[in-house]
């Protein structure tokens, strides 16, 4: 029975689907917003994660302290997680943050971020929790593991779990001069990886460097993006390394890139994702000599732009943002690309969801000339985005924080429609949906369909994150029989394409 209410949950808030894309979703929250309440001066929220059962993870931090946050699917605080949703870790004397969370296939929770002590010294932490909010012992003795650089202050700023459980962490450390950034490893218990090591990431001679974010490729090689400041020019940096932690000589030049999309020497980079077919998408700002546009970058496998996206590889919205601006991605399983922004110049700064076709052009069906606004009251409502998701049930989730009464600044997610179906099927073109059987699956599932699938037909499997999946499977004229069983425990979505369209539905893995 338990497992039925969650996949009856998955699927339920897909019939909101119907209303404008690019709009809040209104069984989300209060109007489509949904605040922590987290008692203090402030709190903000940094990174965001979803589980299997659909419920949405936040990390950030309120003063002196890391905070975690668990909602419901509908926006609600999960008061079963820590106390009435909240969760909060006290790791040093001094202020402590994380800004960045993934969840295992066990639900286990992992963030990363650093600690300050009396002094304001930062040190990097790796953190986990188990899936009710408690510190995990089995993780580095007591759920928090740390990596000291001598002589330096060290943050993490983007963290990736590998398939192997392994924790890649990049960051950045102040050297006494100027910033450099790293990316290095952690086992599943919490220890260092030594034989991954610390890896520095110089980008460019006499450079300040600060990394922002990181992806893995399928093959496990490592992206990494983020910031490069020289005597005179701010570029936007992305490197790749290979699984040992060297940087991969096939990419870009000698595994880096440097880009100064808009010519005018202060370019930043926030975000990057890799679709599925390997490409590589990387967010941020760019300066135009009057304020900052968005930037969407497109590169090949091997680090060139990709000339048939955007112009020559680059899709610039023009936003008038400031420097402040945090550009993040995520992607959709139909090839569409979603930037969660704000626009902190503006008298009432809005979160905002700018949405590309595959193309790199603006997607008109989407908000307001491919733009969606949260709804800010001017004066006394400021916003402020950091990170976007996009969630199982079709939904796009932005991560950051609100102006509120009490604390002043709160914790806030909000949820925008996306026009996407990934709950049921596409029954458009059809008579009847196509469907799983058995849902929840063990092992092995059948998917018996009304039309005969003809040859060419395809069935493309997507996990939580819209991240293909690869499974063996076998086509009959009538029926797809998919061995499930390397699968993680988790929420899936499985399409069919063919002449007569395309049908999507959600499975279940125990």
Known sequence: ?????????????????????????????????????????????????????????????????????????????????????????????SNDYIGSIAVQPDNKIVVAGNK????????????????????????????????????SDSYATGLALQPDGKIVVCGERYAGSAWESFVTRFNPDGNWDGGFGTVQLDMGPNSSDNLKDIALQPDGRIVVCG?????????????????????????????????????????????????????????????????????????????SFDGT?????????????????????????????????????????????????ADGSLDNSFGTAGIGTSNATPGN???????????????????????????????????????????VADIRDHDQPFVPTPNPVDRFFTLTTDVNLPTGSAITIRDIHGRVVLLPYVRNAGSIVVDASSLPPGAYAVSIQHVRGERTVRFIKE
């Open 1 to 93: 029975m338990r497992t039925f209410q969650l996949f009856s949950a998955l699927l339920f808030p897909v019939a909101a689907a119907v209303a404008q894309a690019g709009t809040l979703d209104p069984t989300f929250g209060t109007g489509g917003k949904a605040v922590a309440n987290v008692p203090g001066t402030y709190c903000s929220g940094q990174a965001l994660a979803q589980q299997a059962d659909g419920k949405i993870l936040v990390c950030g931090q309120t003063p002196g302290l890391t905070l975690l946050v668990r909602f419901n699917a509908d926006g609600t605080l999960d008061t079963g997680f820590g106390t009435n949703g909240l969760v909060t870790t006290d790791v040093d004397a």
């Open 309 to 357: 996206f955007g112009t020559t590889g680059v899709a610039v919205i023009p936003f008038g943002g400031s420097d402040w601006t945090q550009p993040s991605l995520a992607l959709q399983p139909d090839g569409k690309i979603v930037i969660g922004v704000d626009n902190t110049d503006a008298t009432t700064p809005r979160v905002k969801v700018i949405r590309l076709n």
């Open 116 to 151: 300050f002590d009396a002094l304001a010294n930062g040190t990097l932490i790796v953190m986990r929790y188990s899936a009710d909010g408690d510190l995990d012992n089995s993780f580095s003795s007591d759920g928090i593991a740390e990596l000291v650089f001598p002589n």
């Open 381 to 423: 409502d400021d916003e402020s985005a950091v990170r976007t998701l996009f969630l199982a049930d079709g939904g796009i989730a932005v991560a950051g924080y609100a102006e509120a009464s009490s604390p002043p600044i709160q914790l806030a997610v909000w949820k925008f429609l996306s026009g996407v179906n990934v709950g």
């Open 227 to 303: 910031v490069s400041l020289d005597a005179f020019d701010q570029r936007i940096a992305v490197a790749r390394y290979n699984t040992d932690g060297t940087l991969d000589a096939g990419f870009g030049t000698g595994g880096k890139l440097l880009l100064a999309p808009g010519g005018f020497g202060d370019d930043r980079a926030n975000s990057v994702r890799i679709k599925p077919d390997g490409k590589i998408i990387v967010a941020g700002i760019s300066d135009n000599d009057s304020g900052y546009d968005v930037v969407a970058i497109q590169l090949n496998v091997d680090g």
